[in-house]
């Protein structure tokens, strides 16, 4: 399960959200979202956890958890959308016939 984790403080690294959140089960990928220009964090990441029991137990016990002065806004991350489709899967180009 993929997690959304928010208001992060620009210190937390990928090192310290794994420690985190492996206290919780078995952790795959955690990635602390950057600016592309100057690479500080952006404040938000995502942490996969393989095992859904796992993930929940980590949703239940660390949203608003407080690491280096922020409390932590973690949840079940949204799946994105397709930035490429038109909507409905219908293509308006705005004319009119």
């Known amino acids: 399960m993929k997690i959304f984790v928010g208001n992060l403080s620009p210190e937390v690294n990928e090192q ?6 492996s206290k919780h089960g078995s952790v795959g990928n955690v990635k602390i979202v950057r600016d592309i220009s100057n690479q500080m964090s952006r404040g938000f990441g995502f942490v996969d956890m393989p095992r859904k029991v ?16 922020k409390k932590m806004s973690v949840n079940e991350a949204k799946q994105e959308r397709d930035r ?3 909507g409905g899967g219908k293509n308006f180009s705005g004319r009119r016939r």
């Open 54 to 69: 796992d993930a929940k137990k980590a949703l239940k016990t660390l949203n608003e958890f407080e690491l280096k002065g």
């Open 84 to 86: 490429n489709s038109a």
């Open 16 to 21: 310290e959200l794994t420690a985190l959140f």
